[in-house]
T-cell receptor, first 113, second 115 residues
Framework: DGGITQSPKYLFRKEGQNVTLSCEQNLNHDAMYWYRQDPGQGLRLIYYSQIVNDFQKGDIAEGYSVSREKKESFPLTVTSAQKNPTAFYLC????????????FGPGTRLTVL | DQQVKQNSPSLSVQEGRISILNCDYTNSMFDYFLWYKKYPAEGPTFLISISSIKDKNEDGRFTVFLNKSAKHLSLHIVPSQPGDSAVYFCAASSLGGTSYGKLTFGQGTILTVHP
């Protein structure tokens, strides 16, 4: 069954700790994306990667880091430098980095205590 | 600077009637538009898209209209069903340049369809 998986569904961390969110896809898509959703707001792009070993900052990259060592994996690290890390994080992928439709994973709710 | 705006935070319609969700954009470089549906605590699901070379695209109960001169698009759902109740996001992108492949989302509209 092809799709995008994000784990865990819910994640709790203490303030000051780094945390890594997992995103895996078996759709053979080249491009992957990380978004953040806050209440009453649309999705905002954190980082995106059009190809393995390459990634670019999105609109709100400060306090986040990513890696793209494998085509199917695009983990996001929320560092202690991120001032408001509590949010719903969504990973997406698309066949290429063009105007192809992006397909989303189920999301991870991160709560920093 | 909100380049994609959904000015109605919520919409309530009766089952069987038409739902019309609106979206405005300001960036004239946008040439591809999408609508996503999202349930709470889940990822958005792609619904329908339209390229700027068209002014209408239809898929079953869902139709998207694009008015380029007004920089406005709308999603029509006919007939509306209670299962359509969700948050609807419009998104836009443009080919080429530094925004290659990047989607810009509106704030979302909560649709409630009453039985």
């Amino acid at each position: 069954d092809g799709g995008i998986t994000q784990s865990p569904k819910y994640l709790f961390r203490k303030e000051g700790q780094n945390v890594t969110l997992s995103c895996e896809q078996n759709l053979n898509h080249d491009a992957m994306y990380w978004y953040r959703q806050d209440p009453g707001q649309g999705l905002r792009l954190i980082y995106y990667s059009q190809i393995v070993n390459d990634f670019q900052k999105g609109d709100i990259a400060e306090g986040y880091s990513v890696s793209r060592e494998k085509k199917e994996s695009f983990p996001l690290t929320v560092t202690s430098a991120q001032k408001n890390p509590t949010a719903f994080y969504l990973c997406a992928s698309s066949p290429s980095g063009s105007t192809d439709t992006q397909y989303f994973g189920p999301g991870t709710r991160l709560t920093v205590l | 600077d909100q380049q994609v705006k959904q000015n109605s935070p919520s919409l309530s319609v009766q089952e069987g009637r038409i739902s019309i969700l609106n979206c405005d954009y300001t960036n004239s470089m946008f040439d591809y538009f999408l609508w996503y549906k999202k349930y709470p605590a889940e990822g958005p699901t792609f619904l329908i898209s339209i390229s700027s070379i068209k002014d209408k695209n239809e898929d079953g109960r869902f139709t998207v209209f694009l008015n380029k001169s007004a920089k406005h698009l709308s999603l029509h759902i006919v007939p509306s069903q209670p299962g359509d109740s969700a948050v609807y996001f419009c998104a836009a992108s443009s080919l080429g340049g530094t925004s290659y492949g990047k989607l810009t989302f509106g704030q979302g509209t909560i649709l409630t369809v009453h039985p």
